[in-house]
C-alpha cells in the first residue's frame, strides 16, 4: 500500500517563500508521475505541477517562474520549492501520485499554505 506523506505548509507573508515536501512510501514500480494540486476555498481542485520519473515536468501557467518541483529518487519524495508567494497562492496544498503500471492514483492529507500579512 503507497502513502504520502507531506510536509512544509504554513503561514507566509506575500513574496516568501515556502517549501513543500512529500515522501512516498511503499512499492512504486514502473513508470510514475508525482506532483502538487492545490484547493482554494470555494474553488476546484487545480494543477500546480508535475514531475514524472523521467524528469518530465508540468507547471501552471498560475506558478511557472515562481515556483519548482524536484525529485529525490532514492527517497521517493518530492518537493516543491514555492518563491515569490501571491495572496492567490493560498489553498490546501495535495500531493499526488500516479503508477501508470496498476493506473492507480493516490492522495496526500493535504497541507494548508497560507499567504498573508
Known amino acids: 500500500q503507497v502513502q504520502l506523506v507531506e510536509s512544509g505548509g504554513g503561514l507566509v507573508q506575500p513574496g516568501g517563500s515556502l517549501r513543500l515536501s512529500c515522501a512516498a512510501s511503499g512499492s512504486i514500480f514502473g513508470i510514475w508521475s508525482m506532483g502538487w494540486y492545490r484547493q482554494a476555498p470555494g474553488k476546484q481542485r487545480e494543477l500546480v505541477a508535475t514531475?514524472?520519473?523521467?524528469?518530465?515536468?508540468n507547471y501552471a501557467d498560475a506558478v511557472k517562474g515562481r515556483f519548482t518541483i524536484s525529485r529525490d529518487t532514492a527517497k521517493n519524495t518530492v518537493l516543491l520549492q514555492m518563491n515569490s508567494l501571491k495572496p492567490e497562492d493560498t489553498a490546501v496544498y495535495y500531493c499526488y501520485l500516479y503508477v501508470s503500471l496498476t493506473r492507480a492514483d493516490y492522495w496526500g492529507q493535504g497541507t494548508q499554505v497560507t499567504v498573508s500579512s
Open positions: 514531475i514524472t520519473s523521467s524528469r518530465s515536468t
